[in-house]
């Protein structure tokens, strides 16, 4: 009967193991996404669309298991390690390997694989404006057609947060901003992260203050 029992209780903790190690519950503590994600709100992440990365129970190793890197599209809301603290944080993917971008006056400018010809396909087929910047196109402040995209403009520095010089990301590099743009601890301050730094895509937002309402499905393009 002893046995038994044992049996059934490393079977339920071998289970729960196992599930955590593909799909968490992550409760919101900070305003860098606002009004996206606002603090206590609940996010639903998985461990497998943007690869498999090694699970995170209170220790971090950088490293995946099984890798997906097109599983990362731009507007994708992930979670990944800060590089210079072993914890997780929730940002917005703006810029992909391959592409170009700044930040001047606070707007965000995006250019598609360093492509100006695919900068202009890209922002025909979403509507997204463009500007014409020595004689190549580039995409002005993306993502604020299709997300809550905040500035504060009482905030005027520090000069991350208005200004930030041009560059292209390496491979396997990606590029992290907060929706609250002006409030944000971001790339724009430690960088391009690494793919393998790249831990958990959310899929999924309660709003606590609307009864734990589903936003449904992360949008991306």
Not at 28 to 56: C, Q, R, W
Not at 134 to 159: A, C, S, T
Request: net charge positive.
């Amino acid at each position: 009967m002893i046995k038994k029992r044992f049996k059934t209780l490393l079977t339920t903790i071998l289970f729960i193991l196992l599930l955590t190690s593909f799909v968490r519950i992550y409760r919101v503590s900070e305003i860098s996404m606002n009004y996206t994600l606002v603090d206590k709100d609940l996010v639903v992440v998985d461990n497998f669309s943007a690869g498999i990365h090694i699970p995170s129970f209170h220790i971090y190793i950088d490293k995946h298991i099984y890798s997906n890197e097109k599983g990362i599209h731009r507007g994708d809301i992930l979670a990944f390690r800060h590089p210079q603290e072993h914890r997780l944080y929730v940002k917005r993917c703006v810029a992909l390997p391959g592409d170009s971008l700044f930040q001047k006056n606070k707007s965000l400018y995006l250019q598609i694989e360093s492509n100006s010809a695919k900068t202009r396909d890209y922002a025909s087929r979403y509507s997204i404006p463009t500007v014409i910047i020595d004689g190549e196109y580039w995409l002005k402040n993306p993502y604020e057609p299709f997300y809550n995209i905040v500035h504060d403009d009482r905030v005027y520095g520090p000069k991350e947060l208005i200004d930030y010089p041009l560059v292209k990301l390496s491979p396997h590099m990606y590029f992290f901003m907060g929706d609250f743009r002006d409030n944000s601890t971001d790339s724009r301050f430690f960088g391009p992260v690494p793919y393998e730094r790249i831990y958990y895509k959310v899929r999924y937002i309660f709003k606590l203050s609307r009864g734990l309402e589903s936003l449904a499905t992360i949008k991306n393009f």
